[in-house]
């Protein structure tokens, strides 16, 4: 039993996994501190993000009274989200991609895609060899 757990714990799988849930949480700070020193005030310079907290939809219910439908918190998520996104992939993403790009280059590697073949190519393909299979009738 200790034997497969120490065979479980040290596959690569598991400490891949342990170090980006490490990294994911320092990351997290990164991307909070930019948004929130940033972004949250590129956004306040067009309207005061704060008051989308309190956008409520009053909704008469059946018993006379209303129910709140706090829907500015739903926007503030939204837009919360969109902006680490953004950050996240013009801060940190795309420059990552840039450099492996520019090291591949360096390396001489490049990237060939390779074209996958038409819908009547593979017909033709399949007609083939079926045609091969199937025995001549005179």
Known sequence: ?????????????VIDLAVAVVIGAAFTGIVTAIVNG???PLIALVFQAETLNGIVVP?????????????GLIFAAVI??????????FVFVYP???LKERAAAK?????????????????????DLLEKQTPSRP
């Open 38 to 40: 940033f972004i949250n």
């Open 96 to 98: 990552m991609n840039r």
């Open 59 to 71: 909704v008469p219910n059946l018993s006379g009274g209303t129910t709140d439908f706090p829907i």
């Open 80 to 89: 919360n989200f969109i902006a680490v996104a953004i950050v996240v992939y």
């Open 1 to 13: 039993m200790i034997k497969g757990f120490k065979e479980f714990v040290l596959r690569g799988n």
């Open 107 to 127: 390396q001489g590697i490049a990237e060939e895609a390779e074209a996958l073949p038409s819908e009547a190519e593979l017909l033709i393909q399949i007609r």
